[in-house]
T-cell receptor, first 109, second 113 residues
Framework: AQRVTQPEKLLSVFKGAPVELKCNYS??????LFWYVQYSRQRLQLLLR??SRESIKGFTADLNKGETSFHLKKPFAQEEDSAMYYC???????????FGTGTRLTVIP | DAGVIQSPRHEVTEMGQEVTLRCKPI?????LFWYRQTMMRGLELLIY????????DSGMPEDRFSAKMPNASFSTLKIQPSEPRDSAVYFC???????????FGNGTRLTVT
């Protein structure tokens, strides 16, 4: 069975401080991992995916298969980063995504 | 491209009434997904379609929920009869298929009193 765990429902950091949103997964095969973000009053949108290995809006995430984690990191948080962040997993050959319960990030000015 | 279009944006109804949520996927996308978002459980997959055919409906809570996709440009999610515990935001998403990211609509906020 596949599972995505985001242990923090709420996370607050000060502007300019580093931020890390945790995501752990459980899957027997080789999953594809994603981070989606939902800003206030906007639709859910893709932030980044592990196969792209890119930095979007200063965020990065590295797939750690040994620790089965895909934590989202940013060295200096900005106020506009305040949003709901969802980690998601897609199984090998699958089409649908399984989402974690989400973490609401608040960046304090 | 207008993206995935959902209607209505908000729906308030009384317990026992039928509710129909609508979704228009992005043109050319052949996969469509219905998700439910709640504070307690986050985003849960209800059902998804490939080429208008339901592939996995194991997430549909119970027989009160049904979904159809009569053609490539339209899908409905129906709840009959509705109950207060169905109150949530329902998202529709579409994609080009495997290996493609999902694109979400703005969601329908359902309140059942």
């Amino acid at each position: 069975a596949q599972r995505v765990t985001q242990p923090e429902k709420l996370l607050s950091v000060f502007k300019g401080a580093p931020v890390e949103l945790k995501c752990n997964y459980s899957y027997s095969g080789s999953p594809e991992l994603f981070w989606y973000v939902q800003y206030s009053r906007q639709r859910l949108q893709l932030l980044l995916r592990h196969i792209s290995r890119e930095s979007i809006k200063g965020f990065t995430a590295d797939l750690n298969k040994g620790e089965t984690s895909f934590h989202l990191k940013k060295p200096f948080a900005q106020e506009e980063d305040s949003a709901m962040y969802y980690c998601a997993l897609r199984g090998t050959g699958a089409n649908n995504l399984f989402f974690g319960t989400g973490t609401r990030l608040t960046v304090i000015p | 491209d207008a993206g995935v279009i959902q209607s209505p944006r908000h729906e308030v109804t009384e317990m026992g009434q039928e509710v129909t949520l609508r979704c228009k996927p992005i043109s050319g996308h052949n996969s469509l997904f219905w998700y439910r978002q709640t504070m307690m459980r986050g985003l849960e997959l209800l059902i998804y379609f490939n080429n208008n055919v339901p592939i996995d409906d194991s997430g549909m809570p119970e027989d009160r929920f049904s979904a159809k996709m009569p053609n490539a440009s339209f899908s409905t999610l129906k709840i009959q009869p509705s109950e207060p515990r169905d109150s949530a935001v329902y998202f529709c998403a579409s994609s080009l298929g495997k290996n493609s990211p999902l694109h979400f609509g703005n969601g329908t906020r359902l309140t059942v009193t």
